[in-house]
């Protein structure tokens, strides 16, 4: 590998929940701002790019409708190189590639170079930053994850209320081309956040040398060595049902933020007036992300967090359906305020959700085949709303149907959830209390199905239990070692104790003894006999 330290995701290193793992939330903090907010960011470049290059408000929409694309649909690519080379040099590359997508960009002769450039590069360089940032933070914290999730999530609006700003002033300054040059050396700060990324290493533990065991451990690391990308994750029935979920409800998640500016102009409100909505919602939204990460780590709340995500986006469907009876200005302002409260909630806790169903070991795998399958949702979502408003004309119908698709994806989830894993776990147990298990069925016999919730526990006590047998074994090898030197030094002594000193026998004597027997008649066959 080149000195390359690749990430060990194996159950039995302990997530630190702390120390370093607070640098790892400053760098994903800062990673899910630029991915997030940077592909709304450049939309304030696009009037500049059609007066430059005679193209439309459409054929510049596609610049960000491609850097969401790459955000999502290189997953699966992700997951390989992270499972291959491990999460710091592939974000270090991944930022690389963001800031020399836009530095190419800024030479652009004809919008098609601005879509292989900031579309494809950079939006390649972005993904190759987030998805390896989550894995990391997932690696990092434990019982303080929900927390984590919800403070790194954070950075998406707080990213979008500097960048915007930022935008606009490069553009006026600099012209598009500075301002795409300046963005670019921006981006290298993706690759400081990948050098924070400091993988997680098993403790080095001192062990007896047993060439029987160490045989068994190099045939078990051969058995279980990592694949490039497991897709055993779609066996699990949990991580079936939140995949479709979160599809059906990307289709509609982020299309009011598309589409509430222009509804605020269609009412009659200037442009300045109806740009402040989207700083209300960013400001709220800022706010909502960490306090709901707080409440997902209460101990009663924790356990049950799939369905305060189910609730989270009934929440934000709900608001869509209200809001689309707004008629002015006023109530436009509370639908964003009430918008990004749900809208935080749901971004704090869709990672955590999925966290929490495949665990530590798959989720590196798990998370690029969901951002796979949201991908080809937020393709069709957006664009679907936009046709449904150029047949109708009417906003009304646009936030219909965006608040009835994420109310459905919220009644998938919670509802699939109980049928399908909540009612497995009464028959689990019912089959358990039949049989009687001794230490040699254990070990051939196959574990029980368990419930998301159960395997997620069972994970973490297997985490708690192997750690400290590890600790058990080494004092109980070190206490070994003392009492067998203090035996060994015990028995030197006594043997020199009980040792007899060596006889001297004189040849004098043994000659006389000798003649003495020989006259009263007596053979000595050998000294030895007669002794």
Same mark, same amino acid.
């Given at each position: ?451 998301? !919730? %159960?395997? #997620?526990?069972?994970? @973490?006590?297997? *985490? $708690?239990? +192997?750690? =400290?047998?590890? /600790?058990?074994? &080494? !004092? %109980?090898? #070190?206490?070994?070692? @003392?009492?067998? *030197? $203090?035996? +060994?030094? =015990?028995?030197? /002594?006594?043997? &020199? ?35």
């Amino acid at each position: 590998m080149g000195g390359v330290a690749v990430d060990s995701g194996d159950g039995a290193v302990k997530a630190p929940d702390g120390g370093w793992g607070w640098a790892v939330l400053a760098g994903c903090f800062v990673i899910t701002g630029f991915s997030y907010a940077f592909p709304k960011a450049v939309s304030v470049f696009f009037k500049e790019l059609i007066r430059e290059f005679g193209v439309g408000y459409s054929d510049t929409a596609w610049i960000s409708s491609i850097l969401l694309a790459m955000l999502y649909g290189t997953g699966p690519l992700c997951s390989v190189l992270v499972n291959r080379f491990g999460c710091r040099p592939v974000m270090m590359v991944g930022g690389l590639f963001a800031s020399l997508g836009m530095i190419l960009a800024s030479f652009s002769t004809s919008i098609v170079h601005i879509y292989l450039s900031t579309g494809v590069i950079t939006g390649l360089g972005l993904a190759l930053n987030f998805q390896p940032s989550l894995i990391m933070l997932n690696r990092y914290f434990s019982e303080k994850r929900p927390l984590a999730n919800g403070l790194s999530a954070a950075g998406s609006p707080v990213a979008l209320c500097c960048l915007s700003p930022l935008g606009q002033v490069l553009q006026y300054q600099y012209g598009w081309r500075g301002g795409f040059l300046i963005l670019g050396g921006l981006l290298l700060n993706c690759c400081v956040c990948g050098a924070l990324m400091k993988p997680l290493l098993p403790p080095k533990t001192l062990k007896l040398k047993d060439p029987e065991r160490d045989d068994e451990d190099e045939t078990e690391k051969k058995k279980k060595k990592k694949k490039l990308l497991d897709f055993s994750v779609f066996r699990d029935s949990g991580f079936i049902i939140y995949t479709a979920a979160a599809s059906i409800m990307v289709l509609g998640l982020f299309v009011p933020p598309v589409f509430i500016v222009s509804y605020a102009k269609e009412l009659g409100n200037e442009d300045t007036k109806s740009a402040l909505l989207l700083t209300v919602l960013g400001f709220i939204d800022m706010f909502a992300r960490p306090v709901c990460g707080v409440v997902a780590g209460l101990k009663w709340v924790r356990p049950r967090c799939v369905y305060l995500f189910s609730f989270a986006m009934i929440f934000n469907g709900t608001t869509d359906l209200i809001g689309s009876q707004a008629t002015d200005y006023p109530s436009l302002v509370i639908f964003c305020i009430f918008f990004g409260i749900s809208y935080g909630m749901v971004g704090a806790l869709q990672f955590e959700v999925l966290m929490a169903i495949v665990g530590t070991e798959k989720f590196s795998s798990a998370i690029g085949l969901v951002l796979l399958m949201e991908a080809m949702a937020v393709l069709v979502g957006p664009p679907g709303a936009g046709r449904l408003l150029d047949a109708t004309k009417n906003y009304m119908y646009v936030f219909l149907l965006a608040g009835s698709e994420v109310v459905l994806a919220a009644v998938v989830l919670a509802a699939c959830n109980f049928i399908f894993i909540s009612k497995k776990s009464p028959t689990a147990a019912d089959e358990l209390e039949d049989i009687t298990v001794t230490e040699d069925a254990k070990a051939c016999s196959e574990p029980a199905e368990m419930t998301d !919730e %159960e395997e #997620k526990g069972a994970r @973490e006590e297997q *985490e $708690k239990e +192997t750690k =400290k047998d590890a /600790e058990k074994e &080494e !004092e %109980e090898a #070190k206490k070994d070692a @003392e009492k067998e *030197e $203090k035996e +060994t030094t =015990k028995e030197g /002594e006594r043997e &020199e104790a009980v040792r007899p000193q060596s006889i001297t026998v004189d040849s004098q004597e043994v000659e006389r003894f000798l003649k003495e027997t020989q006259q009263n008649g007596h053979a000595a066959s050998s000294p030895e006999t007669a002794l």
